[in-house]
Structures are given as structure tokens and as C-alpha cells.
């Protein structure tokens, strides 16, 4: 456990005592997610990828030395960092929080339990999309036409509206202004054991997985 400071909007700086960032664990077992999402890829997408992710994120704190309270801390705060620290904390603090956020935007039970939205969340996306089928082919195709790795979202837009959007690499909406709910990860190692190089196929299954009620959890507090 280590002293660290809080990066705050006005610029003063308070001290508080935290650990350092560890794997956060799984809400279900690497099995759970059967048969849309292979134990094995997830296991090696936990272990392995989001392992580095953690231990480079430490490394970078250490480098930059600062002392941030928490990860949004540190995505919200980027440009109070030293200019040459903050592509290492975009990256690899990037790739803790998104990955941490797509682990709790599954659900082992989704498929039987709620296969969409409901409440304030179904109305506000058909307020904004048309319907809940338009919404969910833009958000697969915003996911299938990312170029490269990344990642596509739903967020709350800088207006309060739903939009969805996609960002590179391990770029992080909270960096941009925006109040994520949902995301999928179409990095290639998150799908290529299963899927091999049918992005769509990944898309079409994820949404069968899908917690909806973190979603909109998620919804309720940024509305």
C-alpha cells in the first residue's frame, strides 16, 4: 500500500492512501460465457493480455511519478501528466479500464435471462436510433468497420444524448468527454481463437452475452 495524490479539476492536490492497481477478477468463470465466448480466449484475454496491461500500467505510474487516486484519475486527467508519460498511461491505463469495463458488460445468464434493454435505457435508445434493431446494426457495423484494434461504444454524448463511437489502440472515452456504457472489444486477440478473422461473426454473438442490466445501471447514474 503507498501514499498517493488525487489529480483534482481545480488543480489543488489531496494526499490519500491506496494500493497499487491489481487483475481485477472476473464476475463469472472463464467458463460461464460457453459457447458464445470460448474459456480459452477469455482466459488468455484476462490472464495474460490484461495482466500486461496492469503491470505496464503500474510501471508507467512509477515512471511518471504520480499519484493518481484512482484509473479514471489518470484517463480524465492525461494532460496534467508530463507530455512524455502520457502516451505509456493513454496505453496501458487505457487497457486496464477498458478491459475491466467489457468484462461487466457481459453476463454468462444474458441469454436466457434479457436479450435486450429495457426501461428508460429502451426508450432512450429508441428515441435515438429508431428502434432497437437500428441500434444494434449501427453499433455492429461502428464495430466491423473499425480500422485495426480498438474498441466501439455506446456513450452518453458531451449533450446528454446516446451516440456511438469507436476508438483506437486502448483510447478511452473518459479521456474524450464521454460517459461509456457499453463497449465491445474487436482487438483481434479478443476473438481470433473462435472466430479467426470473421469480425461480424464475434459482433452477431457478443449480443448474446450482453448484460444489459449493468448497462443500465450504467445508464441511470450518467442520465
Known amino acids: 500500500m503507498t ?5 483534482c479539476n481545480n488543480s489543488v492536490i489531496f494526499n490519500f492512501i491506496i494500493m497499487t492497481f491489481q487483475l481485477p477478477q ?17 482466459e488468455i484475454h484476462h490472464s495474460k493480455h490484461h495482466q500486461t496491461y496492469t503491470d505496464k500500467l503500474n510501471e508507467a505510474i512509477s515512471k511518471a511519478g504520480i499519484e493518481p487516486s484512482s484509473i479514471e484519475d489518470i484517463l480524465i486527467n492525461l494532460e496534467k501528466i508530463p507530455a512524455e508519460h502520457q502516451t505509456a498511461l493513454r496505453n496501458h491505463g487505457g487497457g486496464y479500464y477498458n478491459h475491466t469495463f467489457f468484462w461487466e458488460s ?10 435486450v434493454p429495457e426501461g ?17 446494426n449501427a453499433f455492429s457495423t461502428k464495430a466491423a468497420t473499425h480500422f485495426g484494434s480498438g474498441w466501439a461504444w455506446l456513450v ?3 449533450e446528454n444524448e446516446l451516440e456511438i463511437i ?53 445508464f441511470e447514474i450518467v442520465k
Open 166 to 218: 469507436d476508438t483506437h489502440d486502448q483510447i478511452s472515452p473518459i479521456s474524450l468527454g464521454y460517459k461509456p456504457l457499453l463497449t465491445i472489444d474487436v482487438w483481434e486477440h479478443a476473438y481470433y481463437l473462435k472466430f479467426q478473422n470473421k469480425r461480424p461473426e464475434w459482433i452477431e454473438t457478443f449480443f448474446n452475452i450482453i448484460n444489459w442490466k449493468k448497462v443500465e445501471e450504467r
Open 26 to 42: 472476473l464476475p463469472y468463470g472463464y467458463q460461464d460465457l460457453e459457447p458464445f465466448y470460448d474459456a480459452r480466449t477469455l
Open 106 to 115: 457481459m453476463s454468462p445468464n444474458s441469454s436466457q435471462e434479457k436479450r
Open 120 to 136: 428508460s435505457l429502451m426508450e432512450a435508445i429508441e428515441n435515438k436510433f429508431g428502434s432497437y434493431e437500428k441500434f444494434k
Open 156 to 158: 452518453m454524448n458531451q
Open 3 to 7: 501514499q498517493r495524490n488525487l489529480f
